[in-house]
């Protein structure tokens, strides 16, 4: 033991011996010799699980388009390697994006990260086996034998961001299509697109109002095209 975690158990040994209003004649060597132990041990247990190893999260790179599977073949490695107190979640990130075409409209889940899976794991040789050697995993982001963890703020929102999704529609539209508006303030006026936005799910249209043409920007769930 350090000179500095002896004097650190000495002085907790003093305190409790000072507590509760132990009077010194109690204070017999072996009293204080019988602390001591007790002090030294539970600093050493202290310092043990501060250097334990915690778990991280991970990033691993797999053959595109097979993200969910890797994710079904490494839940099953780890239940039956018993490595479920090494490796703990697997996230494959996804985000729901509605299609509508001639007015149906059609749901599928869309990965954030494609080709990437996260996992939440304490690292280690046997750890860094299972999942490395996983069917459909090529790699670890970082170098071969020394996968470099996530920062945890990324992955919170990640997490944050799966978990609060707004769902992403798409339409098949283009600059120059005739389109019924459906809801809103405009419903059943026709409009000519002349701009689209994929990335917001909007588009802006000049609709005739009053004889007079009016630029109105819509939400893509608000229009039907013709």
């Known amino acids: ?19 509760e209003g132990i009077v010194s004649e109690n204070n017999t ?23 334990a190893p915690k778990k991280r999260w991970y990033i691993v790179h797999t053959y595109s388009g097979h ?11 780890i239940e039956y390697m018993n490595m479920a107190d090494k490796i703990f979640r697997i996230e494959v990130p ?15 889940e869309e990965k954030i990260f494609p080709g ?7 690292m280690d040789d046997d750890s860094w086996y299972v999942v490395r050697h996983t069917a459909g995993v090529t790699k670890f982001v970082g170098s071969a034998k020394k996968p470099i963890p996530a920062k945890d703020s990324e992955i919170k ?5 799966t978990q609060n999704q ?6 098949d539209v283009k ?24 990335d917001k799910s909007k588009l802006r249209a000049m609709v005739s109002i009053f004889g007079r043409e009016t630029p109105v920007e819509l939400e893509y769930k608000q229009i039907q095209k013709i």
Request: charged share 40%.
């Open 94 to 108: 996804q985000k729901t994006v509605t299609k509508m075409k001639d007015g149906k409209k059609t749901d599928r």
């Open 116 to 122: 990437y899976v996260l996992v939440e794991m304490i």
């Open 166 to 171: 707004v769902t992403k529609v798409e339409l």
């Open 29 to 51: 060597p072996s009293k204080k010799e019988e602390i001591l132990n007790e002090k030294e041990t539970e600093l050493k247990e202290s310092v043990k699980d501060s250097k």
């Open 67 to 77: 993200e969910n599977k890797v994710k079904v073949n490494l839940e099953k490695r």
């Open 175 to 198: 600059a120059g299509d005739k389109v019924r508006i459906i809801s809103g303030p405009f419903s059943e006026f026709i409009g000519d697109i002349t701009e689209v936005y994929p």
């Open 157 to 161: 929102k990640i997490i944050h961001k």
């Open 1 to 19: 033991m350090t000179k500095e975690n002896q004097e650190i158990v000495e002085h907790l040994a003093d305190m409790e011996l000072g507590q």
